[in-house]
């Protein structure tokens, strides 16, 4: 979609008790994809949380755009992302569009592959980003953005084999 370098990468997989198509129905759901930054936690610094807001395609059909606001320690935060590849159920991607008001990434892309291993699914979340460039934004990215995409990327891989855990086990 565009041309923007991403020069940092990471990645996190998990393997998840259920079956290929649920669990990229359960993915493809930007609201529970993001639920960690809905929640507060030490990562999303003393407390702070973003809110989702999804378009008409709900963020499930290619160009449609998910905006995500809110503050970290009272500073505003806010991005805009699009769906750029969703080829159900393996694989889907998007990333940030306009500018970015974000402290410790820039720019990013991020996605996740599904493949299917019996009668689970392993899940690789990644991210591909850049660094701010303007101060203090630089040094927080230089500081914090790789624990923080490393942190993003296992919490989503883990919630989704935490949550057909869960289902697995009250079906039982």
């Given at each position: ?86 080829q159900a159920p393996h694989r889907k991607l998007w990333e940030t569009i306009g500018n970015p008001r974000l402290l410790v990434l820039a720019h990013y892309r991020m996605g996740f592959e599904l493949t299917p291993r ?55």
């Amino acid at each position: 979609m565009s041309d923007r370098s991403f020069p940092l990468h990471e990645e996190s997989s998990a393997l998840v008790p259920a079956p290929i198509d649920a669990v990229f129905a359960y993915l493809d759901d930007p609201v529970a994809l993001s639920a960690h930054m809905g929640k507060s936690s030490m990562m999303m610094m003393m407390g702070s949380k973003m809110s989702t807001e999804l378009d008409a395609g709900g963020g499930r059909v290619i160009d449609s755009k998910i905006r995500m606001r809110g503050s970290v320690m009272g500073i505003p935060v806010s991005l805009e992302e699009v769906i750029t590849e969703r080829q159900a159920p393996h694989r889907k991607l998007w990333e940030t569009i306009g500018n970015p008001r974000l402290l410790v990434l820039a720019h990013y892309r991020m996605g996740f592959e599904l493949t299917p291993r019996g009668d689970s699914s392993m899940v690789r979340v990644f991210i591909d980003y850049s660094l701010p460039t303007t101060v203090p934004e630089s040094w927080l990215g230089s500081l914090l953005g790789g624990v923080y995409a490393r942190w993003c990327t296992k919490r989503m891989a883990d919630d989704a084999a935490r949550h057909f855990a869960s289902t697995a086990a009250e079906c039982a």
